[in-house]
């Protein structure tokens, strides 16, 4: 019958911690709300445990309310002590009888030493371990004990006998029990909000990376997908599932095969990867998977892809514009080199006609024209910045520039250039600009003997059928019929370069002399 | 000193020019110049040039050793490189063409007599493989 007794009053206890759980996760104990209910559960608990008793002799009744109170106001402070105690007190006083004033002390004591050790509990979490409890349980019951002498008409020291022990071994026990439950109980509750605080912050971390995630299990269902990963690829249905239920079945074969053996070996691997994304373009991914060691075992497989198509296409561009830098050099190198050979075979040329002191002084003055026109040439690409193509108009001014300033033909003879939009290829313009520059030197020094009054034009156009027109008109006196060592000289280069650019020359002589020639805008065999 | 025959393929005019010059005042007889390679093969087989100085780099897709190669299929003709690529030295088509020498562009008169004298020693026939950089 005690045995039966005892385990109902436990079997009470375990329930209340049971609800006291229940309730905790509902209405936290941080609370005025979740106090005041916890303070209504332990109020109500000791109330039935008053009400049923445990009997252990005539007038020797136990009741756990002291453990409960204590307790309730322990883990969840003063407002649950006060609605508890009320409740435990109010029923005290209908009760009455000789105990009543002993029975209202225990309800206040065990409440007031609840409420100033949990005062006096410095952290949030309320738990305890089992010798911090028993040496609780002990104090409150020792306190107990002691309030036996304000029972008026029983003699406290035979109370004391009967009781004393008896209580000082199985109540503060009772208070380890359904404290240890408790406090299991915070703890676990604590566990399950550092867990979902840890998940959620995974989780965010996780979406917020700009790569592919996705972690599978060892049977190559996927576990889980991040948001980047569902935004790009629309993998949002793929939790669950595995590879041959979203990919075909050559593809799924082969991945499932390669995370099975990452798994076995224990080894990431990286590799790189082509995927279609949502918007239907192909981007370039590395794809760093492996597996994730759990106690020892590795049974679950990550992936991380990260998206390179932007590096992938940086480098690409970086190769590519080096090798057209290489060959640019390769070019610039061969054509200062060619230049120079043009200029050396021109000395060697010139050297051969000299004859007389006066010849030399004028050869070095024509050969420093030609090198300049060909400088001019090199001037305009790098001015221009593009470095494939002559702008002729803007070389024509610089070359009409030097020459007026080498030649100084005095403001009666006026010298006009145009021609407008014509570009030639650096191959083309070389020896164009030698010959507008034989041709230029050659009417500033021999079409006006006298001076002026006289005109010199240099037009260039395009003539529609890829063909360039170009004229060098005077109003002077006409070619002469026996010209010197460097007319000959001159005169021949012209022809020579108007052959090498595939062109036709004529030579007009009605009131002044008139070069025209007609070539090709582009090279060819 | 015998005049020689000589073939001039060279894109670049002037420097065509002043070979020109120089060969004929040492007594050798130069025929027109031809600056593309198609034209170097129409000129060496019409006209059975005794030494050939042949530039690389010509007017068109096709180069020097293209044109070296194709005159080799109906001539033992001396051939001489004369060229500004000289990254060209090494290049297997080049030594196929089995070439007398070459020469960096423009060669200088004392190069020029030398080339004509190698052409008059092996008398009009080619040394296999005998390549003389400069």
Known sequence: ?525 | MNGLRVLIVEDEVIIAWDLRETLERLGNEVLPIAAAAGKAVEQARAAAPDLILMDITLRGERTGIDAALEIREFSDVPIFYVTGNSHLLHDLQMIRTHAQGVYAKPPSEDQIQEMLEIARRTGGRGIDGNILPE
């Open chain 1, 1 to 525: 019958m005690v045995t039966v007794e005892l385990i109902y009053n436990l079997a009470l206890l375990v329930a209340l911690s049971v609800v006291s759980g229940f309730i905790d996760l509902r209405w936290s104990r941080n609370t005025r709300l979740g106090a005041l209910l916890q303070g209504a559960l332990f109020g109500g608990t000791a109330v039935i445990a008053m009400l049923r008793p445990l009997t252990l002799g005539p007038g020797l009744i136990f009741d756990g309310r002291s453990v409960v109170i204590s307790l309730g106001a322990l883990f969840f402070g003063p407002w649950c002590a006060v609605v508890a105690g009320a409740m435990t007190i109010t029923l005290r006083l209908i009760l009455g009888g000789s105990g009543a004033v002993m029975g209202v002390s225990v309800i206040l004591a065990s409440a007031f030493i609840g409420v100033f050790y949990h005062r006096r509990h410095q952290s949030l979490i309320f738990e305890f371990h089992s010798l911090q409890l028993w040496l609780f349980g002990l104090l409150v019951h020792l306190v107990m004990l002691a309030l036996t002498f304000t029972l008026p008409d029983i003699a406290a020291f035979s109370v004391l006998q009967l009781i004393g022990w008896p209580v000082i071994l199985t109540y503060p026990l009772a208070t380890v029990l359904i404290g240890k439950i408790l406090s299991d109980q915070a703890t676990h509750g604590r566990f399950l909000a550092d867990l979902k605080n840890s998940e959620e912050r995974f989780g965010a971390f996780m979406n917020q990376l700009p790569a592919l995630c996705v972690l599978k299990d060892d049977q190559g269902r996927v576990l889980f997908t991040n948001d980047h990963m569902n935004a790009m690829l629309n993998a949002q249905h793929w939790v669950g599932h595995t590879a041959r239920e979203y990919l075909p079945d050559a593809q799924a074969g082969r991945m499932m095969a390669e995370d099975r053996r990452i798994l076995e070996r224990g080894i990431p691997e990286v590799e790189e990867v082509t995927l279609e994304v949502v918007t239907g373009e192909n981007r370039i991914f590395e794809a760093h998977r492996f597996p994730i060691k759990r106690q020892g075992k590795s049974d679950i497989l990550g992936t991380i892809a990260i998206d390179i198509t932007a590096r992938r296409q940086a480098e690409d561009q970086l190769r590519r514009s080096l090798q057209e830098k290489e060959v640019l050099l390769r070019e610039v190198h061969h054509r200062v080199k060619n230049n120079l050979n043009i200029m050396t075979s021109l000395l060697r040329l010139q050297a051969s006609t000299i004859r007389t002191p006066e010849q030399a002084l004028l050869a070095m003055q024509n050969t420093r024209d030609r090198i300049l026109s060909m400088a001019l040439v090199h001037e305009e690409l790098y001015r221009s910045r593009d470095y494939a193509q002559v702008d002729m108009q803007a070389y024509l001014d610089m070359l009409a520039r030097q020459l007026l300033r080498a030649y100084g033909p005095g403001d009666a003879i006026r010298l006009t250039t145009r021609a407008q939009g014509v570009v030639l290829s650096i191959d083309r313009s070389i020896p164009c600009g030698l010959i507008l520059n034989e041709l230029m030197t050659n009417a500033l020094k021999h079409a006006f003997p006298h001076g002026g009054p006289g005109e010199i034009r240099v037009e260039m156009r395009e003539a529609g059928d890829g063909e360039i027109e170009l004229s060098v008109a005077d109003t002077g006196i006409g070619v002469p019929a026996d010209s010197e060592g460097r007319g000959t000289l001159g005169l021949t280069l012209v022809r020579l370069l108007c052959e090498q650019l595939e062109g036709t020359l004529t030579i007009t002589n009605d009131s002044g002399t008139r070069y025209h020639i007609r070539f090709p805008s582009g090279g060819g065999e």
